[in-house]
């Protein structure tokens, strides 16, 4: 995997670290006119040879092969459809995109013109999902409820009261606790159960945009709470309940962490598959699917992703948190 990556944010912050030691080749990196003078010191400082302020110049670089796109999500569907056309994969942080619509229309051009396309939302690829998924679910039997809660409270939300609005709170750049935190306890829920029945969102709303909520998802004979939150914390977790035993994590359900099995015999067992950082096991599975030309298994995970845009989208509506994109 050839790299050219476009932002300079929080997440190119955390992430770029350790692409090199995952076997990433990061060849360019774009950030916009007003932080140049970051994509100058993030270059130099992970030796990166190309530099650009302008997305569409990134995406015609030749020695690139696929783009990660990691810009406020608003941005995401116009430097996807721009990698995309230029032929590039794409690799878009979560969430994919504003909303369905722009999902579909993404995933669509990706299938038309043969390229891959991952939604980086790290849940579903993460070592002990696959194994609460694959193994552990069928021995608590018949799921009745579960709860996932990804509650962290955010340094921005103060300015955000104080009328300094950054993306993460602005609804303009599609922002929010449900596209931030909540589509991460959606993708668990979506990637273990599929999609729901219903979908409904009891937010706490502010200047247009929702700081936390509850989502209510209704399954054939089970329900599911997500709970997520920007302006308020605790401890966030995972407990899926079924006739047989219960599954329970203490970790954000980004991270996947270590999970216990509690069998109604009052058997315990602990297991913990987690990789060195909560970002390998994704990219891993992009390079892998990239490498062996597994269009089939990227195309399958897009699925899901889409799914999760859709409940995403009536979820976030149901609150009444509408994006400009949702007027187009």
């Given at each position: 995997?050839?790299?050219?990556?476009?932002?300079?944010?929080?997440?190119?912050?955390?992430?770029?670290?350790?692409?090199?030691?995952?076997?990433?080749?990061?060849?360019?990196?774009?950030?916009?006119?007003?932080?140049?003078?970051?994509?100058?010191?993030?270059?130099?400082?992970?030796?990166?040879?190309?530099?650009?302020?302008?997305?569409?110049?990134?995406?015609?670089?030749?020695?690139?092969?696929?783009?990660?796109?990691?810009?406020?999500?608003?941005?995401?569907?116009?430097?996807?459809?721009?990698?995309?056309?230029?032929?590039?994969?794409?690799?878009?942080?979560?969430?994919?995109?504003?909303?369905?619509?722009?999902?579909?229309?993404?995933?669509?051009?990706?299938?038309?013109?043969?390229?891959?396309?991952?939604?980086?939302?790290?849940?579903?690829?993460?070592p002990n999902f696959l194994l609460v998924r694959d193994e552990l679910l069928g021995r608590i039997s018949?799921?009745?409820?579960?709860?996932?809660?990804?509650?962290?409270?955010?340094?921005?939300?103060?300015?955000?009261?104080?009328?300094?609005?950054?993306?993460?709170?602005?609804?303009?750049?599609?922002?929010?606790?449900?596209?931030?935190?909540?589509?991460?306890?959606?993708?668990?829920?979506?990637?273990?159960?599929?999609?729901?029945?219903?979908?409904?969102?009891?937010?706490?709303?502010?200047?247009?945009?929702?700081?936390?909520?509850?989502?209510?998802?209704?399954?054939?004979?089970?329900?599911?709470?997500?709970?997520?939150?920007?302006?308020?914390?605790?401890?966030?977790?995972?407990?899926?309940?079924?006739?047989?035993?219960?599954?329970?994590?203490?970790?954000?359900?980004?991270?996947?962490?270590?999970?216990?099995?509690?069998?109604?015999?009052?058997?315990?067992?602990?297991?913990?598959?987690?990789?060195?950082?909560?970002?390998?096991?994704?990219?891993?599975?992009?390079?892998?699917?990239?490498?062996?030309?597994?269009?089939?298994?990227?195309?399958?995970?897009?699925?899901?992703?889409?799914?999760?845009?859709?409940?995403?989208?009536?979820?976030?509506?149901?609150?009444?948190?509408?994006?400009?994109?949702?007027?187009?």
């Amino acid at each position: 995997m050839e790299l050219g990556v476009v932002g300079t944010g929080l997440m190119v912050d955390m992430i770029l670290p350790h692409m090199a030691g995952w076997g990433v080749d990061v060849r360019a990196l774009c950030g916009s006119p007003r932080s140049a003078e970051k994509v100058q010191a993030t270059a130099d400082e992970f030796d990166i040879e190309r530099r650009y302020t302008d997305y569409r110049e990134l995406v015609r670089d030749p020695k690139i092969d696929t783009v990660y796109v990691a810009v406020p999500n608003n941005l995401h569907r116009e430097v996807v459809l721009a990698a995309l056309e230029a032929g590039k994969h794409v690799v878009c942080e979560k969430p994919l995109a504003s909303n369905a619509r722009e999902a579909q229309e993404l995933a669509d051009r990706a299938d038309d013109l043969g390229l891959f396309l991952w939604e980086a939302a790290t849940t579903t690829r993460q070592p002990n999902f696959l194994l609460v998924r694959d193994e552990l679910l069928g021995r608590i039997s018949d799921i009745k409820i579960a709860i996932v809660n990804f509650s962290q409270y955010s340094s921005r939300y103060d300015r955000f009261k104080a009328g300094d609005i950054a993306p993460a709170f602005d609804p303009a750049k599609s922002g929010g606790a449900l596209m931030d935190l909540g589509i991460y306890c959606i993708s668990y829920v979506i990637g273990l159960f599929g999609e729901p029945a219903a979908v409904r969102y009891r937010a706490n709303v502010e200047r247009g945009i929702d700081t936390s909520g509850i989502v209510d998802l209704d399954y054939d004979g089970f329900k599911v709470v997500c709970i997520c939150a920007k302006d308020c914390g605790a401890p966030c977790g995972i407990q899926i309940q079924g006739t047989r035993g219960y599954i329970m994590s203490t970790s954000a359900p980004s991270i996947c962490g270590a999970v216990t099995l509690h069998e109604n015999d009052g058997s315990e067992q602990s297991f913990d598959r987690s990789c060195k950082t909560w970002w390998e096991a994704e990219f891993r599975t992009f390079m892998r699917q990239l490498d062996e030309g597994d269009l089939a298994g990227c195309r399958a995970q897009m699925e899901t992703s889409l799914a999760v845009a859709r409940t995403l989208n009536a979820a976030r509506l149901s609150a009444g948190v509408v994006f400009p994109a949702d007027k187009v």
